[in-house]
């Protein structure tokens, strides 16, 4: 098989992002050190002193009210509201995943790599802060959870290329057959959809 222009772009891209990966391990590391924390078994511990420090420049919750814009205050419930369909795409996709992929031999996506909750760890957050911060981490990992899960499915039953280009497209799709090709869907579509290779670091399998 002959390699194009496009393949040597994605395979120095791949390298690149493996490159960016110990780059941001190496910087979270020097971050650790220099904000005195640690992950012990997932979870974010500060030293002892370092901990009361931060404990102190922490906002009182009437404070934090008394001076939160009253637009705030008026759309929270709006805002807290999204968490039942929240709850339900959770419960959802989590559910097709296990039962699908089981059958269809799909890698399992591994939820707790994408739903990373641990801002609310922060000693200097009040309790309606740290609330946020558990909302928002919930909420964009699960949108980042189900993605991934759909994209396996796409790359299963449809690895086509659309004609129109969209906007922030996943990955998985640069393996996809062009828009067009039949000659190549006919050869390669088997192929694609048992090609898991790079789904191998969520740790779970069929």
């Known amino acids: 098989m002959v390699k194009t222009k496009l393949d040597e772009i994605i395979e120095r891209l791949r390298v690149t992002q493996q490159e960016l990966e110990a780059e941001i391990e190496r910087l979270l590391k020097d971050r650790r050190e220099l904000f005195h924390y640690n992950l012990r078994r997932g979870k974010v511990v500060f030293e002892r002193n370092v901990r009361r420090l931060l404990r102190q420049q922490r906002t009182g919750l009437w404070s934090y009210l008394r001076k939160a814009p009253m637009a705030h205050i008026l759309s929270s419930p709006i805002i ?110 088997k192929i694609i959809r048992h ?7 969520d740790g779970q399998k069929e």
């Open 195 to 201: 090609d898991w290779s790079d789904a191998n670091d």
């Open 80 to 189: 807290y509201s999204l968490i039942v369909p929240l709850v339900i795409l959770d419960i959802s996709i989590s559910f097709f995943q296990h039962t699908c992929f089981r059958i269809y031999g799909i890698p399992l996506v591994n939820r707790s790599k994408h739903i990373v909750i641990d801002r609310h760890r922060l000693p200097y957050l009040n309790a309606i802060e740290s609330l946020n911060c558990v909302y928002c981490g919930y909420g964009n990992g699960l949108i980042a959870y189900t993605r991934e899960v759909i994209a396996r499915t796409e790359q299963y039953w449809c690895p086509i290329k659309h004609a129109q280009r969209r906007l922030d497209t996943h990955e998985r799709t640069l393996k996809f057959v062009d828009y067009g090709d039949v000659e190549g869907w006919r050869k390669n579509f």
